[in-house]
């Protein structure tokens, strides 16, 4: 009964996306849910990380199927652009719901 | 590194910050969306259409009509326009990369751009009924300029976001009325206008090239890796 009860208590906590919840992350996923897409350079200028250090983030949030990536040309040169996908939307919607929920559930 | 920490700390997960999550992220495409008017482009031209106004009715003197004094400058702004457009291209772009904007922001745009259209087309019937009204009332021509230019530049400040365009939509309105207080003195010639937005013209060039150059110092170019 108690470890029922514990469970219930954890729900909240074990449905936080961990893929979002990383300080970087979170970053890269807040820019991208407000604008439809962007390219490296506006993310590296505006979070503050390094190129390899936003690939990185950005290679594990298209392998989770949250961020699409698109190739295209931009005056003759190559240009990324990133977006979140409908699940990346999803996904960040759901986490702002869950860590407002656990919070709101605190005494204050 | 100190860049990385400050920003980071913006993210920070507290009690207040997800419960204020709605106006964070207000804040933070605010932030982003007037990134692109931090190269001082926009005022520098703002500046050099003041110049018409500056040195038009100097024109005059010279023998050129009040059409022509204001024709004049139509390829002057558009050789700015083309200058300004390859800066913003080759310059502004690559040093702070490039965006989609959202739907929030698209939706602001759009009714931005009606209440321009509404705005502009209102002053264009004043200016028609101008003419008829115009010697009968003292400062009737630099209260209209002022209060037209007042609600331009503060809907443009709010909804570009963009809050010094209230400083600058201030300074511009109050220009004719001293420009005609001065005139009304004997002090100035044709209204005071070369001297008044000639200032005012000099103040939106050198804000911008101030703001120019504190952006290239701000934003260096960021090396791409493949």
């Not at chain 1, 954890?10 to 996306?17: C, H, L, T």
Request: charge should be positive; aromatic fraction near 14%.
């Amino acid at each position: 009964m108690t470890d029922r009860n514990e469970k219930t208590d954890q729900k909240p906590f074990n449905e936080i996306d961990k893929l979002i919840h990383e300080p970087a992350r979170l970053m890269i996923f807040s820019y991208l849910y407000i604008v439809e897409s962007a390219d490296f350079t506006f993310l590296i200028r505006q979070t503050g990380l390094t190129w390899g250090n936003l690939s990185a983030h950005i290679t594990k949030l298209e392998n989770a199927g949250y961020v699409k990536i698109m190739k295209e040309f931009k005056n003759k040169k190559p240009n990324t652009m990133l977006s979140l996908t409908n699940k990346g939307r999803e996904a960040f919607n759901t986490y702002r719901k869950n860590m407002k929920q656990i919070f709101e559930d605190l005494p204050q | 590194m100190r860049k990385v920490l400050c920003v980071t700390k913006m993210f920070t997960i507290t009690q207040e910050s997800v419960m204020e999550n709605r106006i964070n992220l207000d804040k933070l495409e605010t932030k982003i969306f007037t990134t692109t008017y931090q190269d001082g482009l926009l005022d520098m031209f703002l500046g050099i259409i003041l110049l018409q106004f500056a040195i038009g009715p100097l024109l005059t003197d010279i023998g050129f009509s009040d059409f022509e004094a204001s024709a004049v400058f139509i390829p002057v702004w558009f050789i700015a326009l083309f200058i300004f457009f390859i800066i913003k291209r080759f310059i502004t772009k690559p040093r702070i990369g490039n965006i989609k904007p959202g739907p929030v922001r698209k939706t602001k745009i759009v009714k931005f751009n009606i209440i321009l259209f509404v705005i502009l087309f209102a002053a264009f019937l004043i200016g028609l009924l101008y003419e008829d009204f115009s010697h009968q009332i003292n400062f009737l021509f630099p209260m209209t300029f002022s209060m037209i230019i007042l609600v331009l530049a503060s809907v443009s400040a709010y909804y570009l976001n963009i809050m010094r365009l209230y400083y600058y939509g201030i300074m511009i309105a109050i220009a004719p009325l001293i420009g005609e207080f001065l005139w009304n003195l004997g002090l100035v010639s044709h209204h005071g206008f070369p001297l008044v937005f000639g200032i005012s013209s000099f103040v939106l060039i050198a804000a911008g090239l101030n703001l120019f150059i504190r952006f290239l110092h701000n934003y260096p170019k960021i090396k791409m890796e493949s």
